[in-house]
């Protein structure tokens, strides 16, 4: 009986998309995953590979052997295979590699010696190019006789007999236009391009922003190298936004839902660490006023208050400008002002949230003079959590780095470590 | 002098893509934006509000007269324009919707009558439709006739008399194809359609699952009623992640980066203040243990450690349970497996972690009771936050709510409070 259902399972899956498969191994537990990868057809193994997450694709690769691997990827175009390449055996890799014609493996090369997030390493190399001098009706011809169009296809590439890109052919103009005309007259001469050394993030914002399908890749000199499409890109968005959502977390990558409690801490242990050292230093700071709490105990409940609104605050403000960053709204110029309003916005919220909390203070403990100190160090927290808010990720970005990278812990370290200081110091120095 | 460069400026702004000019209003102060923005040309207005920012097209709608916002919207399609009405008085859009034709009123209700973001709010009405009982011959010969393309045109519609849709021929079939073939011998007639109250963001995920460029919203009947394109859907997956990184801040929407000081406050207090009642239960929390600390000081410098590293360990739990149910992947059935699975990791980072700050602990206050109060605290609070993590998103979701909102806020909240009360709670029993 069992073997029947897996015979029905196999049949079921062989109808399906492999960006389908790619999503039921995802939600598959690991042994349920692996039977259900062994039932699938060798020749969709390989866009199988690439649709699934990295940790995902791990798992499926360390149960094949090398002739699988072989025959899963001897079908991929060469961007694809210049994906996977990384993750296999170096001999299966040799081996593919060999199975290639120049052209194709020169592909491969060039795609492998660029950084994943580069435009080299996320362009396509299915390209329709034609020529100028030549008729609507001509190209017409040329493409009936390619029997198949590369998916993506919105527009052809013009190139001259040297391979310099002149100018791109949108499949609309081909079809509206009188098939006498000649490619050069309705052609569109100034396309968006891009250059293969180029951020893809970059890239992904251009296609956002002038709507585009495909686009042409070019060299310095204006030779043509490949095509971006737009499939690529929505990943690309996509995937940035969830490292994006993984790192502000302290998660190191994408993390297989059923990975075991041994790869999950590997994950988890970097920011953890991280964490433990920037709450120890907290923790000193309190060592520090540790007579003036024993003296008034009131102090120890309060603190907590002060540090985490200014967290809140500080990650509120830190937000808003690495997204401005992130969409280049940010200049030097600018910047000045923004740190005015962010102080000021600081500045209102410590006085009046300040107030309220320094109310219930004094409500509370039945003592003026903390509440007022509460209120002065919300203030004046809020006013810090502001400015590290600002210059924090400007520093960052001084630096070279992503200032999104890390923002959060560090803000939030300055603000507790510095919510602690400022209110058991002004309560050192006024209440005891 | 100032009038000359003005006039420079004019020309220049008339030769940037609308999207360009989109672009640089975001990044200006609010004054120069405005100069700019009367700079335009009338007829790149509409399309330039509907590229810009909520907040930002807010400003610039205000320094509009009723005859430039109709000047504006008049050249818009029923889809833009839809999209633009909630903005705009009401007055104005009267005015608009009386100077439409009766099939574009019928498609602005249509638009309007859908929440944001369904599809059917997000869809245009921009489609090529053909018959499948002609010849593609026919077809290139009635497209030559239209003159001009939708944008994103990758697939033409096939429909029967009634308006039902009978497949999709797409663009690249068209032109591969023996032009004496039928449109019915050569479309595909299982295309991937959607209906109009279907959710946005998962018509965003079949777009990256399947590569589609556009597709065919269909009413239940059948009926063919306008179509998604990708575009839209990159714009839907970019303001989907926007979105919550901003509401992990606890910032209620999109801010204009120069909004005034007064706009800023409203947007952020609403979770400012649910942080402060957070921070003060968790107070409330030490209030309890003022004796225990008065006794023994050092309980004041340690317990925000606990709290943090749990509230760390916390949200690393829940990115990865929101992100497993933003892609689908959790079922009641593997969810207790993945409660185990995270409570193993949390006892594992516990026992290590905590038994790390605990051997501090011993050392730095010569106490190792001390210590292993502060190893078992770490240990607690971390299931704790693992437990929250897993059980908070699900009963989101058993609520009806996204899980992602306010999921930071309130496994936070737990373990502030909860860290403390296991922290002071353990101390009291076993140390005084």
Not at 23 to 45: C, G, H, S
Request: charged residues 25%; proline residues 3%.
């Amino acid at each position: 009986v069992q073997q029947q259902h897996l015979a029905e399972l196999q049949q079921t899956l062989a109808e399906l998309h492999p960006a389908d498969i790619a999503y039921i191994l995802e939600a598959l537990p690991l042994d349920d995953r692996l039977t259900v990868w062994q039932l699938v057809r060798v020749e969709n193994d390989g866009e199988i590979l690439l649709e699934v997450s990295d940790a995902v694709r791990e798992t499926l690769i360390a149960d094949m052997d090398e002739h699988e691997m072989i025959a899963a990827a001897k079908d991929l175009d060469a961007d694809e295979l210049a994906d996977l390449a990384p993750e296999l055996p170096r001999d299966v890799v040799q081996g593919l590699m060999e199975s290639l014609d120049d052209q194709q493996r020169e592909q491969v090369r060039s795609a492998l010696s660029y950084k994943d997030d580069q435009v080299g390493a996320i362009m396509d190399f299915e390209m329709v190019t034609i020529r100028e001098d030549v008729t609507l009706e001509v190209v017409l011809r040329y493409l009936r006789r390619l029997k198949e169009l590369p998916d993506q296809t919105d527009k052809l590439f013009v190139v001259d007999v040297a391979g310099l890109l002149k100018g791109v052919l949108p499949i609309k103009r081909l079809l509206v236009n009188d098939p006498d005309c000649m490619v050069h007259e309705v052609m569109a001469t100034d396309p968006v391009t891009f250059s293969p050394d180029e951020d893809g993030s970059y890239a992904a914002q251009a296609f956002e922003r002038y709507d585009l399908v495909s686009a042409p890749v070019v060299e310095k000199s204006g030779r043509l190298l490949g095509r971006l499409t737009v499939d690529e890109m929505v990943d690309l968005i996509r995937e940035e936004s969830e490292s994006e959502a993984l790192n502000r977390a302290g998660l190191r990558e994408e993390e297989d839902i059923f990975a075991s409690v041994w790869k999950s801490l590997q994950n988890r242990w970097a920011w953890l660490a991280i964490n433990l050292i920037t709450a120890f230093v907290a923790s000193r700071v309190i060592g520090l006023f540790e007579h003036s709490i024993e003296k008034l105990v009131a102090l120890a409940a309060l603190m907590p208050i002060v540090a985490g609104i200014g967290g809140n605050s500080g990650n509120q403000t830190i937000t808003m400008i690495v997204r401005a960053m992130a969409l280049d709204q940010l200049s030097t110029g600018n910047s000045s002002r923004l740190l005015r309003k962010e102080l000021g916005v600081a500045f209102i919220n410590g006085v009046i949230w300040g107030g309220v909390i320094g109310l219930v203070a004094w409500l509370l403990y039945d003592s003026w003079s903390l509440g007022l100190v509460m209120t002065a160090a919300m203030t004046l927290n809020l006013l810090l959590a502001a400015l590290m808010g600002v210059l924090i990720p400007m520093t960052m970005v001084r630096l070279g780095r992503d200032p999104a990278l890390g923002s959060s812990v560090l803000i939030t370290a300055m603000t507790d470590s510095g919510g602690f200081f400022i209110f058991l110091g002004l309560a050192t120095i006024f209440l005891l």
